[in-house]
């Protein structure tokens, strides 16, 4: 459950499609936070809960256990150790371009200079 502390009335509420044995779904107070969330079309459904003061983010997502959570940040926005789909990436850089009001240009050459940095990474044998 994405909760967020106001006067106002629920905008969205979105039900868990994840297995049980992922875990259940996080409980998150979005106060003073930016929260995105997409399903992609496989049904994979991931959270972003972003800091717009600092500029740094977790991602959640339920086929990789909501348990987990994935740092991000505007500068850093691939996460390390999780293979996304472009769909997932292209979704991240739109989190991070409304949240801390950066071009879209800017962050997305930020994730593909960390993508690449991943992938390199991974190729080492303790990578």
Known sequence: MITKKSEGERLLEINN????ELGPPPTIDATGKYVG??????GEQWVFIGD??????VIRGGDADWANEF???RDKPCPVNLILGEEEKQWIITCFTAMTNTPFDVVKANFAA???LSGLLSSFPNG
Do not use: C, I
Not at 17 to 20: L, N, R, S, T
Not at 37 to 42: Q, S, V, W
Not at 52 to 57: F, H, I, L, S, V
């Open 17 to 20: 499609v994840h297995f049980a």
């Open 71 to 73: 740092q991000v940040s």
């Open 52 to 57: 717009r003061k600092t500029g740094e983010a």
């Open 114 to 116: 960390g993508d690449l």
């Open 37 to 42: 969330y997409l399903e992609n079309a496989f």
